[in-house]
């Protein structure tokens, strides 16, 4: 199958192209590096020891979308492009509506007019809001407490609509819960530009002597140390589920909502502690005020997505961190090594 990545350099693109071409499919991906590096590229080729076509071109750009489907035969969209940081959401509203909005319809028509009516979305646990019990189930109440997060429970709506619009369409919408880790290979992993939003990219940067200390948002939550509590799951799992999601759901008509999470909390200071021990050295962190629109317990129930599509991550906290803390120190400042 030839399968077009938006967002393909990014963090959880990148590690999803290795998967996709060492299952054997052809990929075309389009990126426009604005928090990402063509670098991953290049090192997604290396480890597979395939070519695939690049475009730098952004979502908001239709007439560049076009380009792209009329020289690459798509059969399938994963769709990761688009801005992702909490906390900047609240901060920049208008700019993440603007940009995860209208560079989706701008996709989904360049899809339509070249009749390819197979898309996974990259959504999200924030669609939960703040979720009464957990572990959280797909049929649970959706709601958002960010802009990012509103965000993608719109386009997850939208996506929906397109589909009672046209039955053609085969839409999955992976929610998914905090990815880290990396590539065994140290190769690639998570790279963002200037501060880290997440937890993890920070945590790593600490310990390479990038930063300073780790800021931990808040210890006066409803949990075992008071700190937040989240599903962190292993990116090469995560993009093991989009390859079983585009495997097993395309030319399946119908709308299709999966959790990708480990089904398993921890809290930041366990986070902490665990990349401490991947690093071999204590990690000085500080208590500060808990961030707008952070909830305080998020994991998950993936048994859908065991029963469905024959995925469950395998990969757990130690070897997430390890796996982190090997491309970290391999590359410590990240692709511009």
């Known amino acids: 199958m030839k399968i077009l990545v938006t967002g393909g350099a990014g963090y959880i693109g990148s ?15 389009v990126d426009n590096l604005s928090n990402s590096c063509e670098k991953s590229l290049d090192e997604v080729k290396k480890i597979t020891g395939k ?14 979308l076009t380009k792209v489907f009329d020289e690459n035969e798509v059969e399938a969209v994963i769709h990761f492009a688009g801005l992702k940081a909490v906390g900047e959401s609240v901060e ?19 899809m339509k007019e070249h009749n390819v009516f197979n898309i996974v979305f990259s959504s999200s646990a924030t669609v939960y809001g ?15 407490t960010n802009p990012y997060g509103s965000t993608k429970l719109m386009l997850e709506r939208v996506l929906s609509d397109v589909y009672v619009s ?3 369409f085969s839409v999955v919408l992976l929610r998914y819960f905090n990815p880290i880790g990396a590539h065994k290979s ?20 600490v310990a390479v002597g990038r930063l300073p200390k780790i800021n931990v948002f808040g210890d006066c939550y409803p949990t075992k140390d008071g700190t937040g509590v989240r599903d962190y799951i292993h990116v090469v799992d995560l993009a093991l589920g989009h390859l079983k999601a585009v495997e097993k759901r395309s030319n399946v008509p119908g709308v299709h ?25 204590d990690l000085p962190y500080e208590i500060v005020p808990p961030r707008a629109g952070d909830v305080a317990i998020c994991y998950a129930d993936a048994s859908k ?33």
């Open 15 to 29: 590690h999803t192209c290795v998967e996709l071409l060492n299952a054997g499919h052809e990929i075309v991906v």
């Open 51 to 64: 070519e695939f076509p690049f475009y730098k071109c952004d979502i908001l750009d239709y007439e560049g």
């Open 92 to 110: 920049k509203p208008l700019e993440y509506y603007h940009n995860n909005m209208t560079g989706t319809f701008n996709l989904v028509k360049v």
């Open 130 to 144: 703040s979720p009464k019990t957990v572990p959280i189930k797909e049929d649970f109440p959706l709601s958002t």
């Open 166 to 168: 046209d039955n053609r």
């Open 186 to 205: 140290g190769n690639i992993g998570e790279d963002p530009k200037g501060i880290p939003n997440n937890l993890l990219p920070y945590v790593a940067q």
């Open 257 to 281: 909502i999966y959790n990708l999470g480990t089904g398993q909390g921890y809290s930041v200071l366990e986070i902490v502690k665990a990349f401490s021990e991947a690093c071999g050295k």
């Open 305 to 337: 997505a065991k029963e469905e599509l024959g995925w469950e991550a395998q990969r757990g906290i130690a070897e997430m961190c390890a796996d982190a803390w090997n491309w970290q120190s391999k590359n410590p400042n990240g692709f511009e090594n």
